[in-house]
């Protein structure tokens, strides 16, 4: 199967074309989207997610908005002060992976340079777009490049929720040195946390990892301490949502206990994230806002029938923060940093 390109810009700029995330695998759904209200669904639904590709999918829609506005005839003046309240419209959509501010912020910044009129400010976001997508190769084989030399030919990795190129570029993050290591036979194999309650794991990870030809094993949420007991576990590969300047990382729901069984077990943590995800401004994890979602996502998706009393309440935070103390290293484009994070996560920033 051909690689699918999580989300791409339309001829005429006017509207993107994604892969509906929240269909697969049972089917290969792509949509259209054009409307702010319906880039914001796509984000808040999870039918384009994972920090990285939510970032991108931000910066595409600024694109697509600032050309909308451009064929409608709009003054650079116009035009601007629609995209900076489309922006703040955006961020709203989901409030945890930095990737999305960062991107809305980058957009905010072209419109802030004066401009001839609208069409010149399209282009500028036009290429800022198109940039990103070139910068994309460099940075995920760069990761995966970095995270397989951290592991010996044959191992055998942990993962939790997806990281993979659908949330990310080519090859992912997580998912990156399993991905090319099946490039370059050096047989990575990998056990999948199913993920409750959106099942990333069960229904992405697994499905990418098949596809690009990896040994891939599928295990319930509750069953990482067992395979790390018996000693199947040679380090554990996860991506980011939002990174501290103190290594504090948040990622999705889960992460933070399977990193607890990581430090028990005495098996390396490793973080694999762009740069994008580190959040200097969050001081520690306690800064980083964590999303919480519907409790039908615990008791009825899914589910042919509810499976917990109808009245019954339920919390059901989308991430959680694990402790920079127990996180091995963090792997992005431009190296490993080590810690003490607060001196290795400046360096890697400033290379
Ligand atoms: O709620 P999601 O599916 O967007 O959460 C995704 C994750 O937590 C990923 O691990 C993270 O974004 C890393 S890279 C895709």
């Known amino acids: 199967m051909a690689r699918l390109e999580n989300i791409r810009i339309d001829e005429g700029c006017t509207s ?8 697969l695998p049972r089917e290969l759904v792509h949509r259209t989207l054009s409307t702010p209200e319906e880039f914001y669904e ?19 829609a600024m694109a697509c908005f600032a050309q909308q506005a451009a064929l409608e005839g709009c003054s650079f ?22 990737n999305l501010a960062y991107e809305l912020d980058r957009a905010r910044e072209i419109c802030g340079k004066t401009a001839q009129d609208a069409w010149q400010l399209a282009q500028r976001l036009r290429d800022h777009a198109c940039d990103l997508e070139k910068n994309e190769k460099r940075i995920y084989e760069s990761i995966a490049r970095f995270g397989l030399d951290l592991l010996e030919p044959g191992a055998t990795i942990l993962t939790h929720c997806n990281a ?23 047989h990575i194999k990998v056990y999948a946390d199913e993920t409750r309650p959106l099942l990333q794991g069960a229904r992405l990870t697994t499905f990418e990892l098949s ?34 300047a103190n290594g504090d990382t948040a990622n999705k729901i889960g992460t933070y206990g399977v990193a607890v069984l990581a430090n028990h077990f ?3 943590f490793y973080v694999l994230a762009p740069k994008s995800t580190i959040d200097i401004a969050c001081t520690t994890g306690a800064d980083i806002p964590i999303e919480e979602r519907s409790g039908d996502e615990i008791k009825t998706m899914w589910y042919e029938q509810p499976m917990a009393p109808e009245e ?14 127990i996180i091995s290293a963090i792997i992005t484009e431009d190296g490993v940093a080590y810690p003490p994070f607060e001196e290795s996560l400046r360096e890697v920033m400033s290379s």
Do not use: H
């Open 211 to 244: 596809q690009a030809g990896v040994d891939v094993t599928l295990i319930c949420d509750n069953m990482a301490a067992t395979v790390m007991a018996q000693g199947k576990i040679d380090a554990v590969m996860v991506g980011a949502d939002r990174i501290a």
């Open 164 to 186: 993979g190129p659908l949330g990310c570029g080519w090859p992912g993050t997580a998912l990156g040195p399993a991905i090319l290591g099946a490039a370059e036979g050096k």
């Open 77 to 98: 003046e116009d035009a601007r002060e629609r995209l900076y309240a489309q922006a703040d419209y955006l961020q709203a959509s989901r409030p945890t992976a930095v």
């Open 312 to 325: 019954v309440q339920c919390y059901n935070p989308a991430f959680d923060v694990t402790d920079a103390k």
């Open 42 to 60: 796509a984000i808040a639904t999870l039918a384009v997610r994972g920090a990285p590709c939510i970032g991108k999918t931000a910066a595409f």
């Open 266 to 268: 005495g098996i390396p």
């Open 16 to 23: 993107c074309t994604i892969v509906d995330q929240t269909r």
